[in-house]
């Protein structure tokens, strides 16, 4: 189900445990090869693929496609909100929700800097409603699921997101190759971090000049088929545990 499509009186009809997902993306540059659009692009169809799947077990809201990109600052192409802003933006989202009458309320992320607010806003919602036994409130980042693809394809190069990458890029043509500009001569760049475990604050110009991280050279339209459905599956068995949750128990 489409929130932006229903009226309000079939919005307020709906059983209150009906999860509500809000997905969550961004515009960005991209490196030179893909659009600003990529992480709206890849996340609206994911969400058109699992929302076709789901049909009337889940609400959709419209994609947020405003994220927060303040580290892309140096690059053409970005818009962005500033991370406290943005959480906001995504605490109000939430409370809207939670005023509406849902309890169960998701997040599903397809972009790197919308990570830690998006978790931030669902603990701080979760304090503020401490009262409530019933609420579910969830975040996830659509390639955090586990899945690994170079187990189906063995040429599949990379094993974590990037940024404009081998897996961003295959994505993007597979969706709008007519989008995509020259990939295959870009050298790769290493995401690097010899500090790991440790966390390291960052822009995106320290770690890359031409504005990707990865391996975009080796994508293809393929990988990208294969990538969209795997992420697709992997969304859709957890929005089932969500919608399947018995709305008691912390392990579900
Ligand atoms: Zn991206």
């Known amino acids: 189900m489409q929130f932006a499509e229903l009226s309000a009186p079939r ?3 709906l059983a209150p445990d009906t999860p509500i997902v809000f997905p969550i993306a961004a515009i960005e540059q991209h490196g030179p090869h893909l659009p600003v659009w990529t992480d709206s692009l890849i996340t609206s169809k994911l969400m058109e693929s699992v929302s076709e799947r789901l049909k009337d077990q889940v609400l959709f809201a419209p994609l947020m496609w405003l994220g927060n990109s303040h580290h892309h600052l140096d690059f053409s192409g970005t818009l962005s ?4 802003n943005y959480l906001d933006l995504l605490c109000d989202l939430m409370e809207n929700a939670i005023s509406q009458g849902f309890r169960r309320i998701v997040f599903i992320n397809g972009h790197g800097g919308n990570d830690v607010p998006a978790k931030q806003a669902t603990f701080e ?3 503020k409603y401490a009262s409530r036994s019933d609420l579910l409130l969830l975040m996830t980042t659509y390639w955090g699921l586990g899945v690994e693809p170079w187990r189906e394809d063995a040429s599949i190069v990379q094993r974590e997101m990037g940024h404009a990458c081998e897996w961003e890029t295959s994505m993007v043509l597979s969706i709008r190759p007519d989008l995509v500009g020259d990939y295959k001569e870009l050298i790769p760049v290493d995401p690097g ?3 790991r475990p ?3 604050a960052w822009k995106t110009a320290d770690r890359t000049a031409p504005g990707y991280i990865g391996v975009p050279d080796a994508a293809s339209r393929s990988k990208g088929d294969l990538l969209l459905r795997l992420f697709s599956d992997a969304l859709v068995s957890w929005l089932e545990r969500v919608v399947h949750w018995d709305g008691q128990s912390w392990d579900g």
């Open 11 to 13: 919005i307020r009809a």
């Open 81 to 84: 909100s500033s991370p406290r």
């Open 125 to 127: 919602i979760r304090q």
């Open 193 to 195: 971090n010899p500090f």
């Open 198 to 200: 440790g966390v390291r």
